[in-house]
Each structure stands twice: as C-alpha cells, then as structure tokens.
C-alpha cells in the first residue's frame, strides 16, 4: 500500500528546499501555488487538504531548523523565507547518494556541483521520480550537518594554477 500523503510531502519538500536554495542568500516569499500549482478553495473559501499539507510541510520544515520565515501570509505561503544554515551545509555537501555518474570529462568545479545533494534534488525534480524524490529527502532529513573537511576540495585546489589556496599555515 502506497502511502501518498509521504510522497506529496516528499515532493514538497524538495521543491520548498529549492525554491529557497536557488534564492539563497536573499530572503523571499514561498508560495503554496508555486510548489504544487493552482487550487480551489470550497464554497465557504476554505482550501483543499492537500494545500494545506503543502502549507504545513513549509512550517515543518521551519520548526525541524531548515527554514527560517517572517511571517506566514495568510494561508497561501510564508514570508521572508530563507535556508538555515544547517540546510545550507546539507545542501551544499558532497551526497553519497548518487543516481546518475557524473561524467569523468568534466571538469574538477563541476564535478563537486554534480556530487551535492542540491544536485540530487534538481536531478529528482527533473525526472518527476517520486520514489528517487523521497529517497533524497528521506537521506537529507537524516542527516546532521558534518565539519566539511579541507579534503573535499583538495580536487578543485591546485596549488600550480591556483594563486588563492590557503596553505596549512593560513597563508
């Protein structure tokens, strides 16, 4: 048995988190017609359940130290909303979980982009996979932000063609 509502919620998630990361650092409106389009409100204008679920996975992930907001605008989204930045460094770090390989011809910056968990979500959002999406989710929201290690970036700095490389002196 399939269990819908934690695949909307999984789907939301990832949406909420990008529209925000693609933002970031600017704090700005999250709207619950941009996450999961256009719905009705009923006869006595109030709006559907699955608008709300939407609403309440923005405020979730708000209470859980992803997203800060201002305010919430009425029932159709927050306001002032930026990522935490524990969501910051969960985004941004290198993701075990990988789909796709990345192609070796490429270069070391791009390589590094490919293998972030912000390029997991993009790459789920792009194959409309619900169950690659709730995988993704379901690792970030397991996770707590590590000390990211010099050792990460050690293919993108060469110490011959790059004159900004921080040396183990702090020069």
Partial sequence: MSHLHIDDFSHDVARILMQAYMSFPRPGAL???????????????????RHMACLGA???LAEEG???????????????????????VLLTAISELRFDNTDPSLP?????EKATLAEQFLQAIRAQDSVRTTAVVRYLLSRNPEPVQAE????????????????????
């Fill in 152 to 171: 990460e970036f050690a293919d993108l700095l060469k110490h011959d063609d790059n004159p900004h490389v921080v040396t183990e002196d702090g020069f």
């Fill in 108 to 112: 070391a910056t791009v390589k590094h």
């Fill in 58 to 60: 923005m405020l979730w």
């Fill in 66 to 88: 992803l997203l800060r907001y201002q305010a919430t605008i009425f029932q159709e989204g927050i306001e002032q909303s930026v990522l935490t930045n524990k969501a910051f």
């Fill in 31 to 49: 709207y619950v017609e941009d996450i999961i389009g256009p719905t009705e409100v009923d006869d006595v204008g109030l709006h559907s359940s």
